[in-house]
């Protein structure tokens, strides 16, 4: 028998709609019932990919003894964290202050008012050393609530105290300058592993936006380790396990420190943020492989995670049949009857061997660098590839007729919009007119399907059903990737667009009273704490992303409250940027924007004319992070209200024409790719 969650859009919470769980979605019914009968809340907070919260549901959820506990002492509650991140945010923070720890799946003990006084992560079906079995902590939850209310009240009284504190930031006056920027890289350098790439041990993951920054600092001049750390990160994930090397794409992240196991579902943010980061990383260096991999990994996206309607999905399971990696694994048997005479060279390639490296199965990797594994089999590169090509075709092929993981086919703003500006940078750089052609139909679903009657950004749609107020996150990443779209194609919707959805930002999360965004709307339910994560973790934080937005929208558009709001956050958080970079990577990126003097680059000319496309291409193949370009096709009509940059500016000679300019400078109006290319050179 079905309960609440059947009627809800999430896969997530879908997936519980059989439970015996008498579970309800996030909302007042349920609120409602926990005040009137005076129960405790048993909140439980994932997300369709989350490996662990599949096994407590199997081991817990589904078991009838277990889940009639749960049913009689508690109002139960199931939240998707990929639908409501400022319930994940409110709830997560107080189980890491009374645990010391956090993750997924999320278990938390409410007040019929929503305030926690306990919570943890994965329990067990049964007591395990360290660990309470989840029977027998739901039966002390219980008692504990109606048999000890006083103490219940000071937990509760003393998390609310502290609970928001660590977005509460104090405004900043010193100036910024790029001394934050190099007590950032002081700090990454000592953090980098130099044998493995990426910082930190095992568990290793990807962090993309702090190589991101160390690119900036190498482009800058300043230090030229920056760049071959960021080099040995991307080479050791390409070759490693954690890249899907036949589908392409990045899984979440690697279980080891060398990059080789990796917890296996795919984030659309992932390979957003590290598409980017690799194009940036061609862009500087010119290498083939980093090429390669960006196109596959957006290849992949468009293959896999592309609804015929134009948006991208959240997520690809870890799982198939149950069992963790199973659709990404092979036996040397399946790879010899798939390949046939290309079977050894293969096999030697992707590191496979009869005991393989994973559950006695093999996860594919490089081991070798393909150029030393090609001399020691004594072939040409030419010809490896070609059998690697070959291979992974073949292999491609023969993995779509197995079971599938389970796709969480739900459309985000925020991860729409990081991925439309990752296509919209690569079809600008690269070259791949499918790329801005699926940046295009992603940024127009978004715009005709992600707002309501009223202009309100929505935050999750599936089956052409949209709903949940967007949150900060939703309207800043809307808002760059629109931006990046307008600078890759010069099309003034999405501008306009742009400037619309920041407008529409600043009015909802703006308050001038802390200096800063929060991330919920002032139109939004009131929790506990209204949240404001300054942190930028496996995703940029709605701030950092609304203040690099509101820098570059600045520039272009002369709005000086642009300026103002986009360099208040980082006055209060310069400290924090110079003492913890791997949690503020984005921001520093921002930090760069404004502490440097952006180029700005204007393109006049009709759009589909091939001298204009090609000075869009001299602009989009170069690594440009701190400047802006904005465009115009009808120079007769130009569209000045949306950038001052645009007031005459005309094409020299009736032929497209750009201009460049920096520190307050003009050069000279050029109407050759070439000398544009110089100019940007220089």
Known sequence: MSNRLIDETS???????????????????????????????????????????????????????????????????????????????????????????????????????????????????????????????????????????????????????????????????????????????????????HLNGGFGNAPKFPQPMTPEFLLRYYHHGFNVRALEMVELTLQKMAYGGMYDQVGGGFHRYSTDAYWLVPHFEKMLYDNAL?????????????????????????????????DPAGGFYSAQ??????????????????????????????????????????????????????????ERRGVSEDELSAAIQRARSVLLEARERRIHPLRDDKVLTSWNGLMLRAFAEAGAGLGRSDYLDAARHNAAFLLDNMRDADGRILRTWRNGQAKLLGYLEDYACLADGLLSLHEATLEPRWLQEAVAVADGMIALFWDDAVGGFYDTGS???????????????????????????????????????????????????????????????????????????????????????????????????RFLPNRVVVGMSDPAAPPVKDSPLLEQRVMQDGVPTAYVCENYACQLPVTEAAALAEQLNG
């Open 11 to 193: 896969p997530y919470l879908l997936q519980h709609a059989e439970n015996p769980v008498d579970w309800y979605p996030w909302g007042d019914e349920a609120l409602s019932r926990a005040r009137d009968e005076d129960r405790p809340i048993l909140l439980s907070i994932g997300y369709s990919a989350c490996h662990w919260c599949h096994v407590m549901e199997r081991e817990s959820f589904e078991n009838p003894d277990i889940a009639a506990a749960m049913n009689e002492h508690f109002v139960n509650i199931k939240v998707d964290r990929e639908e409501r991140p400022d319930l994940d945010a409110v709830y997560m923070e107080a189980v890491q202050m009374m645990t010391g720890s956090g993750g997924w799946p999320m278990t938390v003990f409410l007040t019929p008012e929503g305030h926690p006084f306990y919570g943890g992560t994965y329990f067990p079906p049964e007591d395990r050393p360290g660990m309470p079995g989840f029977p027998r902590l739901l039966a002390a939850a219980s008692q504990a609530y109606h048999t000890n209310k006083g103490e219940i009240d000071r937990v509760t009284r003393q998390l609310a105290e502290q609970m928001g504190r660590s977005g509460q930031m104090p405004r900043g006056f010193t100036p910024l300058t790029t001394e934050v920027m190099h007590s950032a890289y002081s700090q990454l350098a000592t953090q980098f592993d």
């Open 274 to 306: 590290l598409a980017r980061l690799y194009l940036h990383t061609w862009q500087i260096t010119g290498n083939p492989l980093y090429r390669r991999i960006t196109e596959e990994t957006l290849d992949y996206v468009l293959r896999e995670m592309t």
């Open 317 to 374: 399971d870890a799982d198939s049949e149950g069992v963790e990696g199973k659709f990404f694994v092979w036996t040397p048997e399946e790879l010899r009857s798939l390949l046939g005479d290309d079977a050894d060279l293969v096999m030697g390639y992707y590191g496979v061997s009869e005991r393989g490296n994973f559950e006695g199965a093999n996860i594919l990797n490089v081991p070798v660098a393909p150029d030393d594994y090609a």
């Open 523 to 621: 139109d939004h339910e009131q929790l506990v704490i209204r949240p404001r994560d300054v942190f930028d973790n496996a995703q940029p934080c709605g701030g950092s992303v609304a203040t690099d937005v509101l820098l570059r929208l600045a520039v272009i558009t002369g709005n000086d409250d642009y300026s103002g709001k986009g360099a208040t956050p980082l006055r209060a958080l310069q400290q924090l940027l110079g003492r913890a970079p791997s949690a503020t990577g984005y921001w520093l990126g921002a930090l760069d924007f404004y502490v440097s003097l952006p180029k700005e680059i204007v393109i006049v000319g009709p759009t589909d004319a091939s001298a204009t496309q090609e000075m869009l291409s001299a602009v989009g193949r």
